[in-house]
């Protein structure tokens, strides 16, 4: 197992060096208003944003090389590049259905796309190893429902539903699955 691997460096100091880069585009507007004498409350938009993470980490264990003849005491190296876009519609109206109860109904839908290219070598990776260009892409749609009822001036009683998302990625190495 991995401890039979790790034992021989218990003597040894490993160094790691790590640099993160993140760059980030976003854009987001809204539109809202009201009708029907304010019974009808309602906000729309559009949501665009572009991210490019880059993370350089290289793991060095003084006097490494010598045992494992490695010629260098790098036992780590990777260089790693996520590159997402994401795209989202949403909007919301809250109607009045009596002066002290709220209905409120909304949906967002969203498009994305994720691209990872990278680079890993060392002992500590198996040896040499690469990422070209694993995509993946989700779309969808999330709803949410609310009831808000005012019982007096100072307490608020709500109930929501709604369905959330979470970005995943894409795999970075191939699987050997049998399915």
Known sequence: GIGNLAA??????SYNTSDTTTKTFT???RLSGDAFSGRLQWVGGLYYADQEDQLLQVVTTVGAGVPFGLGTDVTYFGDQRTDSKQFAAFGELTFEILSNLDLTVGMRYFDQDQTVNAEFDGIFNGGAST??????????VTPKVSVTWRATPDNLLYTTASKG???GGPNR???????
């Open 8 to 13: 021989p460096f218990f003597s040894y100091d």
């Open 27 to 29: 854009q987001e507007v």
């Open 131 to 140: 990422v070209d260009n694993k995509k993946s892409s989700e779309d969808g």
């Open 165 to 167: 998302f979470r970005q």
């Open 173 to 179: 190495f191939n699987t050997n699955s049998p399915l």
